[in-house]
């Protein structure tokens, strides 16, 4: 069973940054048949693809969002880890990471996730 | 970007009933090189991540119960439980992967009458 375990977050300040990190275990992250991503969902609404990672570095990024979005990845730590810079009340939400399957060398759904971290902006 | 319009916004279904939730894309997900729907349907219960039940919009999850059924193609696509279960109450979103970005549905909340 693949368990994605994150952490960080919590209260930010406008203007400062989110990074958010993701462990990986019971897969290799280096698994050329998954790539890695994020999704947030702001309280009580909607989900919200913000991007995603494969072993080598590889990225896609919501367009919305790829201005201020960063995803990387550390092979030698099984992680990969989230920073969204320039935050506002907009970025509240809580956010995910998870595992995306990858079944013809483009990364489609997503087949396991963590188990989520609140993060709020707020002055 | 493609947008996926979910029906209805929520629904009640009496226990052992059947339960449907409709999911419209603003263009078609189907790719007809490989016959294949770039679409998924994912339960979320209260307070846990999103779930995933349903790929390829017909294909069930390993471990996902046989009463929850995927269909449709192009742009209309239906969730179907075919017996409603007091554990199935939950907020249920369909996701195309046709296309970056990816998207989801608003959510479709199913409850028990």
């Known amino acids: 069973q693949v368990l994605l375990q994150q952490w960080g977050g919590g209260l930010l300040k406008p203007s400062e940054t989110l990074s958010l990190t993701c462990s990986v275990s019971?897969?290799?992250?280096?698994?050329?048949?998954?790539?890695w991503g994020w999704i947030r969902q702001p309280p009580g609404k909607g989900l919200e693809w913000i991007g995603e990672?494969?072993?080598?570095?590889?990225?896609n990024y919501n367009p919305s969002l790829k201005s201020r979005v960063t995803i990387s990845v550390d092979t030698s730590k099984n992680q990969f880890s989230l920073n969204l810079s320039s935050v506002t009340a907009a970025d509240t939400a809580v956010y995910y990471c998870?595992?995306?399957?990858?079944?013809?060398?483009?990364?489609?759904?997503?087949?396991?996730w963590g188990q989520g971290t609140l993060v709020t902006v707020s002055s | 970007d493609i947008v996926m319009t979910q029906s209805p916004d929520s629904l009640a279904v009496s226990l052992g009933e059947r339960a449907t939730v409709n999911c419209k894309s603003s263009?078609?997900?189907?790719?007809?090189?490989?016959?294949?729907?770039?679409l998924a349907w994912y339960q979320q219960k209260p307070g846990q991540p999103p779930k995933l039940l349903i790929y390829?919009?017909?294909t069930r999850e390993s471990g996902v119960p046989d009463r929850f059924s995927g269909s449709g193609s192009g742009t209309d696509f239906t969730l179907t439980i075919s017996s409603l279960q007091a554990e199935d109450v939950a907020v249920y979103y369909c996701?195309?992967?046709?296309?970056?970005?990816?998207?989801f549905g608003q959510g479709t909340k199913v409850e028990i009458k």
């Open positions: 998870a595992r995306v399957v990858v079944p013809t060398g483009e990364a489609y759904y997503f087949d396991y």
């Open positions: 019971d897969d290799s992250i280096s698994n050329s048949n998954y790539w």
């Open positions: 990672i494969n072993h080598s570095g590889s990225t």
């Open positions: 263009q078609s997900v189907f790719y007809s090189s490989n016959n294949k729907n770039y």
């Open positions: 390829w919009a017909s």
């Open positions: 996701q195309q992967y046709y296309r970056t970005p990816k998207t």
